[in-house]
Structures are given as C-alpha cells and as structure tokens.
C-alpha cells in the first residue's frame, strides 16, 4: 500500500505537502503550523533562509499518515537503509522516510532541508543550523504525543544563548530521565548529547 498516493507534486512543494497532510492528519497538521511558525520566527536570528525553513517545517512529520506497526516496511519500501537501533526504536523513522518521500515524490534536492527533515527526532551529532532550528522548534511545539514538557523551561533558557543550548536542555532532559520516560535511545540522540555538551 502507497501511504503516500496522494501526494502529488505541482512545483509548490509547501502546498504539496499541506493539501496531503492538513485534511488526513489534521492534529498533525495543526501542530506542523505551529513548528513552522517557531521555526520561522527564530530564522532570522539565525541566518536561514525562511522557505528552507518552512519546507522543512511542513515536512517533517509528513510520515505521521503511515502507522507505528507499519514504518519499518513502508521505510524500507522507500529506500531507506535501515540499522539495528532503527528497527527497535521504529518510531524514529518518521523522520528518514518523510526526507525519502519529499525527494522523491516532491523532487526536493535541497540537502539542508532533507537531512533537518530526517535528523529531526533524533538530531545528530555536528548537526547543521537548520538541523538544530526544527528540532528546537519541533519539541517547543510540542506535539500531541510528549509526554511531560519539564524541559521547556530549561530550552527557553538555551535558546538565549544558541540553538545549541537549547537542543542541548532537551537531549540532556531525555537522557537524564530515560528510565521514566521508558524511551529507548537512538544512537544519534545519544551523539548529539554528547557533542553538544560544551554548549551547555
Ligand atoms: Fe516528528
Ligand atoms: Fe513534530
């Protein structure tokens, strides 16, 4: 099954993706706005181009129309290349197949744009300025899904100094809390943590 037929491609790209995702995810959709707005809002402090933002803002939950039991093999249908950790924490996988399916069925080249879409659950270690502007975005407005926002604070705080602080107080939040929380962690988060530990 093609969870995404409905996707077509008109050269609007941003359109694209919300003419699929808004009236089939429409809890999705309404918090991809809200990223796309905290994203943008925080573009020009940081230099980034505001349609890169967007794209990647509406983007990046694309792959919320495909269920949790479904992600390894609809990934895997798409190309992605898939490693032990991928497939036990699947719900990470949102991210590598929505990049797979903008590039694809959007023809999205644009590799800034396809790699902030794909790191944006997990980061990644040396990750990029827009990497680290739609995580920030992504996990202050918090989707329906979070299960304790204790870190917002502590992100607001970061985000006075760099995208990095920020990132930093969310990464370290769910590493110092991962019992509780029951999350296993991916590789990349666990990266991530660690290469961003001189910005805290
Ligand atoms: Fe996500
Ligand atoms: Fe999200």
Redesign the pocket.
Known sequence: MDHFAGLERTGEPCQDVERFLAPRRPE?WR??LA?AERALALAPRFSLDPEAVRLAAYS??LAAVVPRPNLVATAEAWGVSLTAEDRAIPQVLHGPLAAAVIEARLSVRDIAILDAVRY?TTLRSHATPLDLLLFVA?KI?F?PTTPRLDYLAAMQSGLERSLEGAAWAYLDFVVGHVAELGWRLHPNLVAAHAHLRAFR
């Open positions: 999705t918090h991809t990223v990046h939950d944006h992504d407005a989707d």
